[in-house]
């Protein structure tokens, strides 16, 4: 089937429409503009710099071309997918509303330092999220620079924060990455529900462009699955959002690890409205709570475990002290993480109190309400005198 694709000649009167194959099919006037738009000096020194230059447009993307524009940018693996594959069917509407046109999306992966993942000092861990958010950022917006200057349109919606609050509690990415990056053969979902690397495992920050042309080729579906099902990732959540079974409890993850992000700030900012004064307030919230949310506020909210990510053995590279010794790396890695005297954030009378009091009787708890819910009204009381 023939496509007419307009290209630009170099000549101001017309432009060619060509097949696929590149035979003429028609001349097009050029539109006419008005006559002060057209002695304009920018627009005079446009038709003047493609009148000296004139460059086709490149309709397909080299993806040799695009995979080094990639990594010289900072991004570890790359792959593009189509707008089209059947696994994006989901993401399609989003990503036409933010970018219109878009045919490719590209999801980069950028891998992330392992032991400072893995540190019970959290602060260590949260500074290394941060750190690889900046860079997987910077290299996207990179590359969206370089396209952009090749003649397409594209965009990098952020690989972290900021998102779409206008949309919570509901949808607020703009691109599912992690749909995108497995969609693009870059890894695959894990029990824990993190991808896994075929060789950097799940320590990674994913990225996703959004262009308007397609790429000559594509990357597929890997046909196995990285994650080892050792489950360590169940052993070591202090929450029990990750079951044996392969179950999920989204909601007790996002209670306790999201604790300084979205739900967990609006129940930290209604204890400061409906406490009666500074007394009472410092009776609800600790010093640490106060100086922690302060510190996510003042610089990046910061994660209160990840514990999953952190002990993952997935991975090429990632996975040979596992095999050399599974016991030494529990010792190293995981048992650290389950022995930490640290403070769990569950909703009371939740499957995550129950399991965080039979398994962690050394980590205190600390009843919230459960993150995406509404804390229900304080009711006044009428005064008694």
């Avoid at 993806?63 to 790359?78: I, P």
């Avoid at 059947?86 to 993401?91: I, T």
């Avoid at 506020?297 to 040979?320: N, Q, R």
């Amino acid at each position: 089937m023939k496509s007419n694709l307009p290209r630009y000649t170099g000549n101001d009167t017309h432009v060619e429409c060509l097949t696929r194959e590149g035979t003429v099919t028609q001349r097009q006037d050029r539109p006419t503009l008005p006559a002060r738009l057209e002695a304009h000096p920018s627009v005079r020194a446009v038709r003047a710099r493609r009148a000296a230059s004139p460059r086709d447009p490149v309709e397909v993307i080299d993806a040799d071309w695009l995979r080094q524009l990639c990594l010289d940018a900072g991004a570890d693996d790359v792959a593009a997918v189509p707008l089209d594959h059947p696994d994006l069917a989901g993401e399609r509407p989003h990503v036409l509303a933010a970018l219109p046109g878009t045919r490719t999306l590209i999801s980069l992966v950028v891998r992330m330092n392992r032991d400072n993942v893995r540190s019970p000092a959290r602060s260590v861990a949260n500074q290394e999220f941060h750190r690889s958010g900046e860079i997987v950022n910077d290299a996207a917006r990179t590359i969206v620079q370089a396209l952009q200057d090749a003649g397409h349109r594209a965009i990098n919606p952020s690989a972290t924060f900021p998102m779409e609050m206008e949309g919570y509690p509901g949808r607020i990415w703009v691109v599912a990455h992690k749909t995108v990056a497995v969609a693009a053969g870059l890894g695959a979902m894990g029990v824990h529900r993190n991808v896994i690397h075929p060789r950097f495992g799940n320590f990674v920050l994913l990225a996703t462009l959004l262009v308007d042309a397609e790429v000559s080729r594509y990357g597929e579906p890997i046909d196995y699955n990285p994650c080892l099902e050792c489950k360590l990732c169940v052993a070591a959540c202090p929450i029990g959002a990750i079951k044996k079974d392969g179950g999920f409890d989204f909601l007790a993850c996002f209670t306790h690890n999201y604790r300084e992000f979205m739900g967990g700030f609006t129940d930290w900012a209604e204890t400061v409205a409906d406490s009666t004064d500074g007394p009472e307030f410092r009776s609800r919230v600790t010093d640490s709570e106060n100086a922690s949310m302060w510190q996510s506020l003042s610089f990046k909210a910061s994660y209160k475990a990840a514990y999953c990510m952190a002990v993952c053995p997935a991975g090429e590279d990632v996975l040979p002290p596992y095999l050399d010794d599974r016991k030494e790396f529990m010792d190293q890695v995981l048992r650290p993480l389950q022995d930490k005297v640290e403070t769990l954030y569950v909703a009371p009378g939740s499957p995550a109190e129950d399991h965080a009091r039979r398994r962690f009787p050394h980590k205190n708890l600390r009843h919230v309400p459960l993150a995406l819910h509404s804390r229900p009204e304080r009711r006044q009381e009428p005064d008694s005198e």
